[in-house]
């Protein structure tokens, strides 16, 4: 079982570096929340959906990519650690005080940025996302979750990186688990302050977020650099 904790924990890494840049769609839940917990409810779990089944088509792709690769399975590492550094380093250039919307939509990571539109324009829209059935809340936000293909990038990347890692079903399962419960766990969380507090989040807090998900994201890709080639 010991064997287990370090995929799990892993994918929890994993889950919370995607998942916790508030912009776009992270605004919409929290609106959805304000309009009607239940839907709210379903619409959190349809952007965890998307994160999880981003990473398990990266879990099923990636060992066998890694296998095929092996004798330049170091370089593969490094490949991946310089995609994933680019996207904190720009995560993290737009963890600034002024545009701080702009920077949500610009981020373009994991549920945060789903919907590749800016949090003010997420606001704006408030009119149009009016309160639905909490089936059919759950199907729109899977569908602008999963127009973000900077998820399925970030995941490729860690799982390539890690293929021997997540070569057996059950490190891969326990990877899965991680990801998808760390990333639900989120979301419900931003459901519930979306219901005691509205969207009144001070731009300081939204901006930490920003650095502590981008931060996990940076610190993953030194981990599966080393050793360097």
């Known amino acids: ?18 998942a916790m ?8 839940l929290l609106q959805e929340a304000m309009r009607g917990r239940r839907t709210a ?24 990519v890694a296998s ?27 963890a600034r005080p002024p545009g701080v919307g702009a920077a949500a939509s610009d981020s373009g990571l994991g549920a945060s ?34 127009l973000n293909p900077t998820t399925a990038l970030y995941f490729a990347a860690l799982t390539t990186a890690q293929g021997a890692a997540l070569r057996t ?10 990801v998808g ?3 639900l766990l989120w979301q419900q969380a931003l459901v519930t302050l979306g219901s005691l507090a509205g969207t009144r989040i001070p731009d300081r807090a939204r901006i930490w977020t920003f650095r502590l998900g981008y931060g996990l994201v940076a610190a993953y890709a030194v981990k599966i650099a080393l050793p360097l080639p």
């Open 1 to 18: 079982m010991s064997e287990l904790m370090t995929p799990t924990l892993a994918g929890a890494a994993a889950g919370l570096g995607v």
């Open 21 to 28: 840049p508030m912009g776009a769609m992270s605004v919409l």
């Open 41 to 64: 409810v379903a619409a959190a779990a349809g952007i965890a959906a998307v994160d999880l089944g981003y990473a398990a088509l990266a879990t099923a792709l990636g060992p066998w």
């Open 68 to 94: 095929h690769i092996s004798p330049v399975e170091a370089w593969v590492r490094l490949a991946s650690a310089v995609i994933l550094l680019v996207i904190a380093a720009r995560g993290l250039a737009g």
């Open 113 to 146: 940025a789903g919907s590749g539109t800016g949090a003010g324009s997420g606001a704006g829209q408030v009119g149009v996302f009016v309160q639905a059935r909490p089936g059919k809340a759950f199907v729109r936000y899977v569908g602008l979750t999963a």
């Open 169 to 178: 079903g059950a490190a891969g399962g326990a990877f899965l688990l991680g």
């Open 181 to 183: 419960a760390a990333s």
